[in-house]
């Protein structure tokens, strides 16, 4: 069974500053690894998603993530924050099934 | 663009009562879930639906919970007695395929007094 571990449940940052969130998972096999944005009163939404191929994987609204599969990582970045990047942002793995198993969330909240 | 919808967005209801959260899926997509999320708790996968039957049931997912697909567009999940412990977001979720790039719902609040 696969696990995922969000080492931070709260990011402050000011506004134009970079961002990065950390995830790390476990799983004896192959996975998918996405990321999901939830915005204030909102569902899910996927920023993006690595399935194979090229381990930099570039999203929505400027995030890129990078595969680490020796660090079984990957973490999400943006190199300039918004206002409007305020949300919970879940990291998720699946094991080439349909299955997700969601991290704790990371809570981002960008200051003017 | 198509997306999932769900109603209702909140529901209150009392310990014991029958719940009936709904679900209109992407109309091409083939495999429906619902997950659920606790306040302040992680996402947790309830079920998986595909071909008229479930795919796979977590242990959350005890004989309280039911699903069907009624029609061709919706899906439902039922709670049969609501316990204090039900009180969550439940998201459904559709996909075209198994690769696990699921399409949520903005959630239905589930609040059981």
């Known amino acids: 069974a696969q696990s995922v571990t969000q080492l931070d449940s709260q990011v402050p940052v000011f506004e134009e500053a970079p961002v990065e969130l950390r995830c790390n998972y476990s799983?004896?096999?192959?996975?998918?690894l996405f990321w999901y944005v939830q915005y204030p009163n909102q569902g899910l939404q996927l920023l993006l998603k690595?399935?194979?191929?090229?381990?930099l994987v570039k999203g929505i609204n400027g995030f890129e993530a990078e595969f680490n599969k020796s660090q079984t990582s990957f973490h999400l970045r943006k190199p300039s924050v918004h206002i409007s990047d305020t949300a919970e942002y879940f990291c998720a793995v699946s094991e080439r099934d349909y299955k997700l198993s969601f991290g704790a969330g990371t809570t981002v909240t960008v200051r003017a | 663009e198509p997306e999932v919808t769900q109603t209702p967005s909140h529901q209150v209801t009392q310990m014991g009562q029958e719940v009936i959260l709904r679900c209109v899926p992407i109309?091409?997509?083939?495999?429906f879930y619902w997950y659920r999320q606790i306040l302040g708790q992680k996402v947790e996968f309830l079920v998986s639906f595909y071909n008229n039957e479930i795919s796979e049931k977590s242990e959350i997912f005890d004989d309280q919970f039911s699903v069907e697909r009624p029609d061709g567009s919706n899906f439902t999940l039922k709670i049969r007695s609501t316990k204090l412990e039900d009180s969550a977001m439940y998201f459904c979720?559709?996909?075209?395929?198994?690769?696990?790039?699921?399409?949520f719902g903005e959630g239905s609040r589930l609040t059981v007094l």
């Open positions: 690595y399935l194979s191929g090229s381990t």
């Open positions: 979720a559709s996909s075209v395929d198994r690769t696990g790039e699921l399409f």
């Open positions: 109309s091409n997509h083939l495999y």
């Open positions: 799983s004896s096999v192959s996975v998918y």
